[in-house]
């Protein structure tokens, strides 16, 4: 049958909703209150409408019912699993597990016996482990769980936990081997079934080795902005193209030797009080940076990258200081970007002075660890919560300047402007080279290191992206730092236990004997991860890039949603959830006015960006249609047989006449239950037509 649904108008706004944990399963006879978004314009008949609560076998007749109850089961323990004192989680002990799931530690190997999946009635118990973070929708598998220094997760089945190997790499660092240990990973050096790694970054053809199920630190390009000499070619070419004025936030750059005539002349210019930092382009940890005040001071026909020194920063007690921001982009196709709200604020050892007698004094003018900790000077600090020594945590300073009546919020949006754009800058190449090297966008991943440092009226100015930043915990500041900081970036990574079809055959792992299966609903579903469009899901890509600056055509690109966009819609909204600490720059509320700055429109930012628009404020009904879809199995369908899911070209008049606000289009419906207490609404009209 057809449902046609007349949707009333809202007669207040919810509120802003935060980030989303995993939500309860609504129940079956809620569950019905959700219909599809009707694609076709609402019908002549709805004067014949009914109840939109339709009974709840309409809708339990197309599901997997054992499915739905396991998932709608998980999600309610894990709700309660994942509950964070003070904002971060603090695993709940379970009472519901079977006795056999149960351990009391992960590092003590010696006590009971690790449970056998045979003796495991049914996948129940394993869906409510807290070993896995479950989706948000039906028929898609739950991802493995991380958790900071101090917590614990349950013990899979050891048939489970042989599939969970780590590749070691010669700079993975404690915190990291820390971190896997409490999830049950093994760390593995020579295995080639590994599922996630960390490691230094390869040559973009390297890419190519790294299989569908497996999980790589780095995206090929990344060196686009993590080098120094790249970066300033990046933002320049932006500034050439958009105006100094839309990224003032990066200081005057030259790259020698190219730039040397350039430089001569603003040298001169500048005057003899001006001072100059000299870097290499392709050093960390503050190697080899120094600063010149005088231009016989730098190297005419060395490979350098000379900057504007910004000689009146912000200080606090005296001393220069930078901040150490990290930056976890899970996509670039659709761009998904995050920012970790707390970081780690480094200050030079020795207070500030701008006469040039001190121009050759590092422990005055660089604020890196590595420098300043071979001061006699330097002061260490291990309370993360205290501003004292000469490392604080983010989240400290920000304390300390609204103690002073600085507006932190006008700074922290004023970082988040200069973290986006400049990922932006890379997102062009960094796609061309993941397409043509990698199997699958879900592979690769990259954590950033962004160093930001404060003028003395506040401005933030970018210093220099890492592609590798320290993770080294020398300190209990730098543990509770890093260790949430990573728990919350391997969450939104969503790294899941493998298809086993995807892993090596017998022959190349050495094995005689038939691999145990993974149940079916906690493994990766290889129809979630097709990359393969049907023409119609072809064509409306190709319909919507071309009309990217046409709003009227443009608003109505959510009027049909096709399997594809079904499934990245449902990656988006389960990624976000599991982001804990890390806020999402893009795509967000505001992401229409970072559309001007891509060098190509990419569909799936175009889709992404709508959603966010529509549903932002109202995430309730954003996942309410969601689970309905995916409650019919309409994401795991390649191709659909539902013409209602086929996309085809929106009527001309209707696209060009109707404004986003006055067109008639589908839109899904909340229950009372699980809409927020500030809507008003009148409960919607179903009319129901015998196919």
């Given at each position: ?46 004067d014949?409408?009914?109840a ?12 997997d ?9 998980s ?9 964070k ?9 379970k ?61 899979l ?12 790499s ?15 990973f ?5 295995d ?18 790294i ?23 990046t ?14 936030f ?18 001169e ?22 600063l ?12 350098v ?9 912000y ?16 996509s670039?196709?659709?761009?998904r970007v ?32 590595s420098?300043?900790?071979?001061n ?24 300390y ?12 949006e004023?970082?988040?402007?200069l ?21 699958r ?22 210093i ?15 543990i509770s ?16 236990l ?5 892993m090596?055959?017998?022959?190349e ?16 579903d ?7 469009l049907?023409p ?28 594809d ?20 720059l ?14 190509t429109?990419r ?18 009904q954003?996942?309410?249609?969601l ?65």
């Open positions: 049958m057809k449902i046609h649904i007349r949707y009333p108008s809202f007669s207040s706004t919810s509120p802003s909703s935060s980030r989303l944990l995993p939500l309860r399963e609504e129940s079956s006879e809620n569950a019905s209150d959700f219909n599809d978004e009707e694609n076709d314009e609402v019908s002549s008949h709805d014949r409408g009914v939109l609560r339709l009974e709840a076998s309409n809708l339990e007749a197309r599901l019912d054992s499915d739905d109850e396991v998932v709608s089961t999600r309610s323990k894990s709700s309660q699993a994942i509950s004192s003070q904002g971060r989680s603090q695993v709940e002990s009472s519901g597990i079977k006795a056999n799931l149960k351990s009391n530690s992960l590092k003590s190997k010696s006590r009971d016996r690790a449970p056998s999946l045979s003796r495991v009635h049914s996948d129940r118990d394993l869906l409510e482990s807290t070993a896995f973070i479950p989706s948000l929708f039906n028929h898609v598998p739950p991802v493995l769980r991380f958790v900071p220094d101090g917590e614990e997760v349950d013990q089945p050891l048939e489970i936990r042989k599939y969970l190997k780590w590749k070691l010669p700079i993975t660092p404690n915190v990291i081997k820390d971190l896997i240990a409490r999830s049950g093994k760390a593995t050096k020579n080639h079934t590994w599922l996630g790694t960390w490691g230094k970054h390869m040559k973009s053809p390297m890419f190519k080795s299989r569908e199920y497996q999980k790589f630190n780095h995206v090929p390009g990344s060196f686009q902005i993590g080098r120094k000499d790249r970066l300033w070619r933002l320049a070419a932006m500034q050439a193209k958009f105006g100094r004025k839309e990224l003032d990066v200081p005057q750059t030259y790259v020698l030797p190219g730039d040397w005539e350039l430089l001569k002349r603003d040298f210019e500048a005057g003899p009080k001006e001072k100059w930092i000299v870097k290499p382009p392709a050093s960390a940890r503050g190697n080899g940076i120094r010149a005040g005088k231009l016989t001071q730098i190297p005419k026909k060395r490979a990258v000379v900057q504007k020194y910004i000689s009146r920063p200080l606090i007690n005296d001393s220069k200081f930078d901040l150490r921001l990290y930056v976890y982009v899970t670039f196709d659709p761009l995050y920012l970790y709200e707390d970081g780690l604020t480094r200050f030079a050892s020795r207070k500030y002075s701008s006469s040039m007698k001190d121009i050759s004094d590092r422990f005055i003018h660089l604020t890196n660890f420098v300043n900790k071979n006699s000077d330097y002061t260490p600090n291990d309370d993360e919560n205290a501003c004292i020594g000469h490392k604080w945590s983010l989240a400290a300073l920000w304390g300047l609204k103690e002073r009546g600085v507006d932190t919020d006008k700074i922290w004023e970082i988040k402007d973290v986006l754009k400049t990922i932006i800058g890379a997102e062009d190449s960094v796609n061309t080279l993941i397409k043509s090297n990698c199997r966008k879900y592979c690769v991943h990259e954590l950033f290191g962004f160093d930001v440092i404060l003028d003395d009226r506040l401005k933030p100015y970018i220099e992206v890492n592609i590798s930043p320290s993770l080294h915990s020398a300190s209990p500041l730098d730092v890093k260790s949430n900081m990573l728990s919350d970036l391997f969450n939104a990574a969503g790294i899941m493998p298809d086993l079809l995807e090596d055959t017998p022959e792992t050495g094995r005689t004997h038939k691999p145990v299966p993974i149940p079916k609903r906690l493994r990766f290889r129809r979630l991860g097709s990359q393969t049907q119609d899901e072809r064509a409306k890509h190709a319909f919507y890039v071309q009309k990217v600056s046409n709003p009227s055509i443009m608003s109505t690109i959510l009027d049909i949603l096709t399997p966009d079904i499934r990245m819609l449902i990656e988006i909204e389960d990624e976000h959830t599991r982001c804990g600490g890390f806020q999402r893009f795509p967000s509320h505001n992401s229409r006015h970072y559309l001007k700055y891509f060098e429109p569909y799936y930012n175009l889709l992404a960006v709508d959603w966010i628009e529509k549903y932002g404020q109202r995430s309730q954003g996942l309410a249609l689970r309905l879809l995916t409650a019919q199995k309409i994401h795991l369908q390649n191709p659909t047989e539902n013409s209602k899911f086929k996309w085809s070209a929106p009527d001309p008049f209707r696209a060009m006449s109707a404004s986003p606000q006055k067109r008639t289009r589908a839109a899904p419906c909340v229950p009372e239950s699980a809409s927020h207490s500030s809507l008003s609404r009148t409960p919607p009209v179903v009319a129901v037509e015998s196919s």
